[in-house]
């Protein structure tokens, strides 16, 4: 395939924007080569400047569960749009989606919207803080749950593949506050508990971990996680950023039966406009300002267009809930595929698969962690990355990246995918 106008278009980016991006997993660092630029995207479909069109395997990074420019999300903000963009001012749609929201996930009262999954994570951990009186918090290595400040400790993928797990610019003070423990490890969280006795606040995890290719919790991991922070006195975050509204309607919480004390969201839930929240029962979201003492805040906060987006998409996961079955099967079938035609290709590999999220690691050994997912053959995936572009397939330009499978997907896209991985695979 050519990508001449993508390059050009790159080259004129990069006088102007840092990178010439404006988000870093965007950029090909870790794969080499220069980004495609997008056109427009339909369906499963994205269709680049340069007329390719490539099957989408990274959906925006999760949002676009239904797939690229879904008719009843596109007409939601076009309606809205026409009405007005932002006031500043409390609007009805703010409850609906709310009351959704709360309607489809287990275990929350109240939730608050903000405009990123970054803004959700920082505040939920501000909220864990204020509530519990307590400073300190345990974060997983390889969990990513935004780029704030307490977060940017062995950050999974973008900062992984950068290589800067600890970014310039974040104190000594700051990171002291944030504790690191290994994904799957329980020992490990209780040995930092009983080592800051009565000073952590909350453990923030990502359920199923995806910014590290995908992680599956181990079993019985998250049922003795909700326990050993009960005992403590700590509160438990899902960030649920990732899985919310993807692997269930009620997300990780219901897959795993588990009660976390915060939830926090983003992607799928802003329907593809920049959304995030976070939820809790009363007693703790009641913490928050104006009724609390925790503030927080947003001029563009449950912004009209970006409501609409999202109650458009969770009205669509709520009347078809078979959607989830679906999407986990047709990702059961890639996966299928795909270990077949590698095994025939002699490729080592490893699949890590849970409802529609899945990802591919060049190495033999289980990945349960961090440490496990970064054994993985970084050559054997720039080469399997680049093949599978020329073929019209996009996965993420990451080792460390989960594929996102999306409703528009038709079995055909998953035949041509690993008819795709098995020609690549001879290349190998
Ligand atoms: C994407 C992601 C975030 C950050 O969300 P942004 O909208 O990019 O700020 C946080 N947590 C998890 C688990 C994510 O996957």
Redesign the pocket.
Known sequence: MIYKRSSALFAEAEKVIPGGVN?PVRAFNGVGGTPIFVREAKGAYLYDEDGNRLIDYINS??PMILGHAHESVVNAVIEKAKKGTSFGMPTEIETQIAELAVSMVPNIDKIRFVN??????MSAVRLARGFTGKDKIIKFAG?????SDSFLIQAGSGASTFGTPNSPGVTKGTAKDTLLANYNDIENVRALIEANANEIACVII?PVA??MGCIPPAKGFLEALRAVCTANNILLIF?????GFRLAKGGAQELYDINADIV?F??VIGGGL?V?AFAARNEIMNYLAPIGPVYQAGTLSGNPLAMAAGLAMLTELNNKPEIFTSLAEKTAYLHEGIAKVLTENNITHTINRVGSMISIHFDEAEVVDFNSAAKGNNDTFKAFFHGLLNEGVYIAPSAFETWFITDALSYEDLDFTIAAINTVAKTL
């Open positions: 988000s990074w999760g990123s999954g970054t803004e959700a994570c969990c990513y749950h935004g780029h990502e995806g910014n960030d649920e950023v990732m899985t926090c983003g992607k920049p995030g």
